[in-house]
Structures are given as C-alpha cells and as structure tokens.
C-alpha cells in the first residue's frame, strides 16, 4: 500500500472514529448547564428572528444545532421574555423548554448535539492540513490524531455550546488567513474574510483576530526588503480591505442586518468600560441592571455608525460586564473573590495529557536544534501569534475564572506546533524522533479514552488523574471545568439498577429537574437521616451539611462527579474519602 493510500486510510479512520466518540458521549449525557438556554435561543432565532437571547455569544453554532430541530415540533412561548440591555432570558427560556418538552428533551437535546459534529470533523482536517504542510504528511496525522482522542475536544465537542465549534472555525479561518498572508490572492483573500465573518458568528472571542490578522498584514507587506513590488502592494492592500468588508457583509448578514449602523450614542450599555456606571460585582446572571450609560453621549463618538448588528455590540458589552463582576474563584486550595492572570495557563497544565506536553517540549527542543543549524523560517508565525494574544485576551479578564474553556480555542495550535517534533527539514535522528513523538501521541490518546466518555472530567496523571480535579479546579461552585452537570443521566441508570435504593437524597448539579428524568428522590434534609444519597462532588466538598459524608466511603461513584451513600448510621467509617 502506498505511503498516499495509507495517509488516506488513517486519516478517514481518526473521521469516524472521532464521528463514533462524540455521537456515544452525546448520547450517554444529560444536559450540560448552559446547553438547554442554547437550544431554546437558537429555536427563538429561527421561529422569531430575534437574537437578544444569549447574545453574549453569536448565533451560529446554536442555529446550526437546531436546525434539524425545525420539523420536530419543539417551539418557545411566544415571548414576553425580557429583552432590556443586561438581560440574561435565556435561561428561562431554556428552563420553560425543558418543563414543557418533557422526557422528549433529551431526544431532542441529542439530535442537536449530532448536528454540531461536523465542527469538529473540519477541526480535525485542518490540524491535518496544516500540520502537513508545515512539517510533513506524517506530522498532519499526529496533529490529527491529538485533535481525534484530545479529552477537552472530546468534552465541548459532545456538546451545542459554542467552544468546541468556535474553536473549529477559528482554526479554519487562521489557516486560510496564513495562506493568503504567505502568498496574497484575490481568492484566498475571500475566503480568509468568509471564515473571519463565521467564527465572529460563532464566538465574540475571534474579534482578537482582527488587530492580530491586521498587524501580520501590515508587517508582512511593509517590511524591508520584501518581494513585493509597489503594484503587488498595492493589490495585497485591496485584498486586506476586500477580506474585511466581506467579514463586515457576513456577519451583518448572519444578524439580518438588524441594528446594522445604529449610531453609538443611540446604545444603552451596562458594562462599566462602556456605560462609565459602577458595575454590581454580584453574579451577572441575575436582574438586569438598574441602570444603564453611554460614555460616548455628548462627544462626537455618538454620531459615529457602527457597522456591527445592534445585538453583536450589545453581547459585547454583556459579557465584558459579565467579566467585570468579581466572582468566586478557586484554584490549587486557594479560594478568593476573582481570578488570576494565569488560570488559564494552570488549567491547560492539569487538563492536558501528559504525552502531549512531553511532544511539545520535544519540538520545542527540535525548533532550537533548527535554529542553531540556521533554519529560519517564518512559516510559523501565524500559528505561534494568534494563540499567543489569545492567552493574553483571556488571562486579562480575571472576574470569571471558572470555565477552562474559554481558552479552548488556542488548543489546537499546540497541536500543530506539537507535531513539529516530526519534521525533517535537515535534521538528523529523524527515525527516533518520529518513534518516540508517536509513542507520546498514542499515549495521550491512551490516557484520554481511560476515562472517556466522562471527558469533561479529564485531569491527566501528574496531577492524580480525574479524581483529583476538584481539588485543583472546580469548587466552589459547579463548572464546565469538571462537573457541568452531565452525570446526571447515570443517577437515572442506578436508580433503575437499584429500585432498593429509598429514600433517596439527591443533590446534583444539574440543570435538569430531577423528576424530568423520571428520577424519584428527595431534597437532602438539613439534619443527617439515614437513606441513600446521591451528591456532587463540588456539593459535597463546599457543603458543611454533608461534612458527616465525608468520613464515609461511598458505596458508587457515577463518573467522576457523582458520589453514592448508604447511611444506615452516623459512625465514622474508614477514612476520610474526599478532605
């Protein structure tokens, strides 16, 4: 078989075998916490045409999700819901769904889940395609597989948030953008401006990407000495100005061009960078805010047309306001009220398996050995730039460090600048080097489907594997860097398995009432009683009321988030199980 039909092969088997992982993990959870107000926002875009529902994220992935949704059925109350600057309807919605759908919801839920995998199938291709060219086909296939088995790919990707799919999109639009910005053409110039215009769509994250593509352009067309004569200068000028306008048309487009041009003075913002009020440090989900502001009012800004959607600048503003309220945050022991700079960086050291930091280290060690033979090349400054000022973007807001995923996007970079530990460009002990990087590879695939499909749970083994999580990350509260509520759909499984189990005690993170699933438990009384119980992990650890739990050794454990006790008496009983 030749080298082409092998490539071929393996490539097509990390497809399905990618496709088969996410349609099992889809179909074993329950829903995750922010799932069911994107399934209801996105059946409000389509049957409604309205887009103030979870604004703080662009519509694309949630409509992609309910498409096949559309002849099912499903529906929202015609709406009374709130729509005023700094409300969060959604959530409401999406609980009114659920009540109203019944058992049907995780049917539907599911299918919705089916419809967003063709974001990560094009994530995968690309972490090939790019990859490839940069250090060989077999360097793509690494990147690939690293994509195929890596466990937060696997978590988000199961799922209708927007992270995995916006991660997808962003890496296309990236790659397509570095094409045109080592060689500039009219075609590659669209194409680098219809993919920025969707991952804007996907999530408000990407806006980093225009200082970051504007820069390289500029850099890439000036500089001293370059190629370019002033007639191809001046054509990849044009091809800049004709990428933006194309993002500017598509994105308005994606919104029906509501509130397209709508001038600054005439926004009612609740963010305090924007409104210049005080913003209330308390959870941004609740109550819209009193009040609202406009900096820009009595200036000569006011007058200025803005040529986003009216409900893309107002996101905006919600979730920057959401960034300025100071929450609770805990990492490694430690927990106070808001962040640090470098959670992120922390989460991606204990979430990440332990072969694919030892494959980084390595093509960092191959990138010096290149360097000190003269091979310079800036083939990759692309991919080394835009995950870098992404880091910078999200590391700078420290009022939410609760949500590892916010970072996502930037994982599949380090993918591709990973498999450089393969390439060839004149260097010697190819043989091993390419021996010793797939056996890191496979290893991280190894230890990511140890766990699977409880991926969103994945710590790697340096840290202690997945039952440790919730001491680095986590608590106090229920988040999706550990327990997002997907669990919840084997607490229906046991009780089915173990009709004996009453009275049962339940207190889940979830978003789904319990009694939606058919699950026949109790609120946790205040006082200790003897019966089952059923507790998350982060309830249990931050609760004092299941303090007389934690001196018990659980009789199951339901993925790596749900704990099961059988109290008969209030002893202590071996030793401390989780403190």
Same mark, same amino acid.
């Given at each position: ?205 990407? %806006? *980093?990407?225009? $200082? !970051?593509?504007?820069? #390289?352009? /500029? =850099? ?128 991606? %050291? *204990?979430?990440? $398996? !332990?072969?694919?930091? #030892?494959? /980084? =280290? ?128 084997? %607490? ?88």
């Amino acid at each position: 078989m030749s080298s082409v039909r092998a490539s071929a092969l393996f490539l097509g088997t990390l497809l399905v075998g990618h496709t088969l992982l996410l349609g099992w993990a889809a179909w074993c959870h329950g829903p995750g916490a922010d799932e069911p107000a994107h399934l209801a926002s996105g059946v409000v875009h389509w049957r409604l045409k309205r887009w103030e529902p979870y604004r703080v994220n662009p519509p694309l992935v949630r409509m992609v999700a309910t498409v096949p949704l559309m002849w099912t059925g499903i529906d929202v109350a015609r709406p009374s819901f709130d729509a005023r600057p700094g409300s969060r309807p959604e959530f409401t919605l999406g609980m009114q769904m659920m009540t109203a759908e019944g058992s049907r919801f995780l049917w539907l839920l599911i299918v919705a889940r089916w419809a967003c995998i063709p974001f990560s199938l094009c994530g995968l291709i690309i972490c090939y395609r790019w990859a490839a060219e940069l250090y060989g086909q077999t360097a793509g296939l690494a990147a690939a597989t690293m994509w195929t088995f890596s466990p937060n790919i696997l978590a988000h990707a199961q799922m209708i948030t927007p992270d995995a799919g916006a991660t997808a999109i962003g890496l296309a639009a990236c790659y397509a953008f570095d094409r045109w910005w080592k060689s500039p053409t009219w075609s590659s110039a669209t194409l680098s401006g219809v993919l920025l215009s969707l991952s804007w769509l996907s999530k408000t994250t990407w %806006l *980093v990407l225009l $200082p !970051v593509w504007g820069v #390289l352009a /500029v =850099v890439r067309v000036w500089q001293p000495g370059h190629r370019f004569g002033r007639g191809r200068r001046a054509s990849s000028v044009l091809q800049a100005t004709w990428m933006l306008l194309v993002a500017l048309i598509l994105l308005n487009a994606g919104y029906r061009f509501t509130g397209t041009g709508t001038l600054l003075g005439r926004y009612e913002f609740v963010s305090g960078m924007l409104s210049s009020i005080e913003v209330d440090r308390e959870d941004p989900r609740g109550d819209p805010p009193e009040k609202t502001g406009n900096r820009f009012r009595g200036t000569w800004l006011e007058y200025l047309p803005i040529p986003f959607p009216r409900d893309f600048v107002q996101g905006i503003d919600e979730q920057k306001r959401d960034f300025e309220s100071v929450m609770s945050a805990y990492l490694a022991g430690e927990l106070r009220e808001g962040g640090w700079w470098y959670y992120y960086l922390f989460a991606a %050291l *204990v979430k990440i $398996p !332990v072969g694919t930091w #030892l494959l /980084v =280290v390595m093509a960092l060690g191959v990138s010096i050995m290149s360097l000190v033979k003269g091979n310079v090349s800036s083939d990759t400054v692309v991919l080394l730039t835009v995950p870098t000022a992404l880091l910078i973007l999200v590391s700078s807001q420290t009022g939410i460090n609760q949500h590892a995923r916010y970072a996502l996007p930037a994982l599949p970079f380090l993918f591709i600048a990973g498999s450089g530990a393969m390439r060839c460009h004149g260097l010697g002990g190819l043989r091993w080097r390419r021996t010793l990087a797939w056996l890191f590879v496979f290893g991280s695939a190894i230890e990511s489907l140890s766990i699977y499909p409880h991926s969103l749970s994945f710590f790697n083994v340096a840290v202690g594997g997945p039952n440790q999580g919730y001491r680095l990350l986590g608590v106090p509260s229920s988040d999706s860097a550990l327990d997002w509520g997907l669990d919840v759909t084997y %607490l229906k499984e046991w009780c089915d398995r173990h009709p004996e189990a009453r009275p049962l005690y339940a207190d889940i993170d979830t978003i789904m009432p319990l009694a939606v699933l058919g699950i026949d438990a109790e609120k946790t009384p205040m006082q200790p009683v003897r019966g089952w119980y059923a507790v998350s992990i982060g309830k249990l650890v931050r609760d004092r009321r299941y303090t007389f739990l934690t001196t018990k050794v659980p009789v199951d454990q339901l993925g790596y988030t749900i704990y099961i006790y059988h109290v008969q008496d209030f002893r202590q009983t071996g030793k401390p199980d989780l403190r």
